[in-house]
């Protein structure tokens, strides 16, 4: 069964591959085999999924070479959660796009598919280093799906993006060097067993490695200062492309995760919880920007975009104060948010495409055609994301909420999480306001009537906010377990130590 590990890479790998190959095709050829790729790929995250609930680690070496030489895949639980996460959110991504926005360049489903392996890298290897490789994997892929329909009012966000995610690619190559220089390993389990043991001198530059890592992750996770690229360049991106990248910012948390619980977690030593006392009040910080940034939004994509920095704040704020019950609600917020905002991004280009030359601008214009439908979607993912019952966003922060201890800590952040939710609803009420019940007289261009398969697709990923209230026991209960298994560092490096292909661990 550990063979099932490589499915989730191997099949947006043959799928880019084949894509790449038949650029030349009928579309529709090209837009089948795509959309036939990412429903194998949630496929296999189903599977590992249903792998992973036993609260087993499964391990493959690639070439049977073993730690710390081999290539190490990993799947536990946090793994597997994020993998159907991607995948759910890919599936209804890929469905909008297939719909006319894959349309001017030939080469859309092949970017799409190797961002989609870059993901599922970062999220089951279990080496510092291929850590990296998975972020130059998804990160130039993103590139090109960034510049997806060309313009300048594409061209400079995108430029900004390309640049900033260079030069945190290499704080990320010098760090990893720095911490190889003095453990020797760059495997996790390896790490977690040779850090604490680290003295001297060598502690400095471990620390300082781990420090940079931590602001290489804050980047791709977009908190506050390191996120002031991400408003301008999500909401000029194709709405496809957005929602997508939706996850991309969770892959900076997941990393936090994975890092700073394992490697730099309790039992590391002098280096135990390293930069979390300054998580905390960052992550406090990039929400309230945040919300600030939504209340001063001028359309309905910058909007969104600045509920992403909301979301990755709400997430980052209970991680950084080390419980268990805090790390649960935080996963159990993310796939709340990050469905959410997707849904969000293509409901804003529907929109868009229906209001003639005023776009998704805050603006006033003439009535739009399927104001009622396109309202509906925009108020469900609007409550959701704002934290209002009784959606899944409501559940998801109420957790978190309910995780803190009494103290400093929960008065900052009852506050901060209150006052912002608060904002967030002032923000969205405008903006929905304005757009769908402000009209003035006048007569649109007569736009297209909506798609079928994109407005399932926007519909669909909306309505998981509702889905998640309803199986939110479960989601619950499976959270609650990944917490549990990811604060028990032991287990992870006891069962890396003799990892095997092809048999359960």
């Known amino acids: 069964m550990n063979h099932w590990l490589t499915a989730p890479i ?26 036939a790729t990412t429903v194998l790929m949630l496929v296999s995250a189903i599977i590992l999924l249903v792998l992973a609930d036993d609260g087993s680690y499964r391990i493959y070496a690639f070439g049977n070479w073993q730690p710390p030489f081999g290539i190490v895949l990993v799947l536990d639980r946090l793994a597997a959660l994020m993998l159907i996460l991607t995948a759910v959110l890919a599936l209804f991504c890929h469905l909008y796009a297939i719909g006319g926005a894959d349309e001017g360049n030939r080469q859309f489903h092949a970017l799409f598919l190797f961002q989609l392996m870059g993901l599922n890298i970062a999220f089951l290897t279990g080496d510092l280093f291929n850590l990296f490789v998975a972020f130059e994997v998804l990160l130039i892929a993103s590139y090109g799906l960034l510049m997806h329909g060309g313009g300048t009012v594409r061209t400079v966000p995108g430029l900004h993006y390309v640049v900033l995610n260079l030069v945190g690619s290499a704080i990320f190559l010098i760090s990893v060097g720095m911490i190889y220089s003095v453990t020797g390993t760059l495997n996790m389990a390896d790490l977690a067993v040779k850090i ?3 003295s001297g001198e060598n502690l400095n530059i471990v620390k300082a490695g781990g420090m940079m890592l931590l602001v290489v992750f804050g980047l791709k996770a977009a908190i506050l200062p390191l996120c002031f690229w991400l408003p301008r360049a999500y909401s000029k991106a194709t709405a496809p492309v957005a929602a997508l990248f939706a996850v991309m910012t969770k ?19 002098e280096l135990a919880n390293l930069g979390m006392d300054w998580l905390f009040p960052i992550a406090l910080a990039t929400l309230a920007m945040g919300v600030i940034g939504a209340l001063g939004s001028g ?14 704040g709400t997430l980052l704020a209970p991680v950084a104060l080390g419980s268990e019950a805090g790390l649960s609600a935080a996963l159990f917020y993310l796939l709340s948010t990050t469905w959410t905002v997707g849904g969000l991004f293509l409901v804003a280009e529907l929109v868009a495409n229906q209001r003639g030359t005023a776009d998704d601008r805050i603006i ?15 108020l469900i993912g609007a409550v959701a994301a704002a934290g209002l019952p009784p959606l899944s966003g409501f559940f998801g922060k109420l957790l978190i909420l309910q995780s803190v201890e009494p103290g400093t800590e929960m008065a900052w952040l009852w506050s901060v999480i209150l006052i912002g939710s608060f904002l967030t609803v002032i923000a969205y009420s405008r903006a929905g306001s304005i757009v769908f019940w402000r009209t003035v007289d006048g007569h649109l261009e007569t736009p297209d009537p909506l798609n079928g398969r994109i407005s399932v697709a ?12 309803a199986l939110a026991g ?19 490096i006891e069962i890396l130590q003799t990892p095997m292909v092809g048999e359960d661990n």
């Open 299 to 312: 359309s309905l994509k910058t909007l969104v975009a600045w509920q992403v920095i909301i979301s990755v």
């Open 474 to 492: 479960p989601i619950t209960r499976y959270t609650d377990a990944t917490a549990a298994q990811l604060y028990d560092t032991d287990a992870y």
């Open 458 to 469: 926007a519909g669909a990923l909306t309505a998981l906010a509702v889905v998640m209230v």
């Open 251 to 269: 892959v900076g948390v997941y990393a936090i995760l994975r890092v700073y619980l394992l490697i730099f977690g309790d039992n590391a030593g």
């Open 364 to 378: 006033t214009a003439p009535r739009m055609r399927n104001r009622t439908f396109l309202s509906v979607l925009f």
């Open 196 to 198: 604490p043991e680290v």
């Open 10 to 35: 191997l099949i947006p790998l043959l799928g880019g591959i084949l894509q790449a190959l038949m650029g030349y095709a009928p579309i529709s050829l090209r837009r089948t085999l795509a959309l």
